[in-house]
């Protein structure tokens, strides 16, 4: 079983996102239209990775605002956040 971080929104997950270094801008620009604040890291690999936790709940609202910006769903993960943390120690 794995562990997982739960409250009233549901689990908190990681969400990660990769994009090429040129729609970093205007990614960050659909994420600061979230309803809700994020606090996003950004990674720079051959892709750029911006990740952020946020609770499942409002993954919908997220991927509606990446798809109203243009931005493809596919580049969308939903990670358990605590087996990404464990991961990256």
């Known amino acids: 079983m794995i562990a997982s971080l739960t409250g ?3 689990e908190l997950v990681l969400v990660r996102i990769g994009v090429e270094a040129r729609s970093l801008e205007d ?5 600061a239209e979230a ?3 994020l606090n996003p ?3 720079h690999q ?3 990775i911006v ?3 946020a609770y499942s709940s409002r993954v919908p609202q997220i991927v509606e605002v990446l798809n109203r ?3 493809d769903p596919n580049q969308i993960r939903i990670l ?3 087996e990404s943390i464990e991961r990256t120690n």
């Not at 990614?27 to 994420?31: F, G, V």
């Open 8 to 10: 009233i929104e549901g």
């Open 27 to 31: 990614l960050l620009e659909a994420l």
């Open 35 to 37: 309803p809700f604040p």
């Open 41 to 43: 890291q950004i990674y």
């Open 46 to 48: 051959p892709q750029t």
């Open 51 to 53: 990740e952020f936790p």
């Open 69 to 71: 910006r243009g931005f």
């Open 80 to 82: 358990n956040l605590l």
